[in-house]
């Protein structure tokens, strides 16, 4: 699986994820990729161009923006959203709650259409769709 941490979680947990995941899932961190500043809708677009991407991400703007929201809609992306509760967490929980869901996350994107969302959740083992 190929997963892109976005800019609202930090570069370390990328690679932590990539790390121990290595030979198995390529994660990458979107600074690591575009370099600072790349607008949601541009890493959309391509990523979505690219084909089936997983995206970890702390930026729930995405989720009501409405621009933002019909490009990944529309996208060949899968979304994995950090409860507000989640996201004011420490990386530590952070980090946490993401490897606990890890097989939830994997099978979760292989199930579904591309342009799907969920909530990871602050503590419940169950994900909600958006």
Known sequence: ????????????????????????????????RYGPGVTDLQWIRELSAEGRWVVLS?????????????????????GFFLSKGLYKSPLVKQMERILALWQTIEAQSALVQGGAMFELPMSSTRIKQI
Request: glycine fraction near 4%.
């Open 1 to 32: 699986m190929k997963v892109l941490v976005d800019e609202n979680l930090p570069p370390a947990l990328a690679r932590s994820l990539n790390a121990l995941f290595n030979g198995k899932h390529d994660i990458i961190h979107v600074r690591e």
């Open 58 to 78: 702390g930026d729930r703007r995405i989720t009501r923006n409405k621009a933002e929201y019909n490009a990944f809609r529309a996208s060949h992306l899968v």
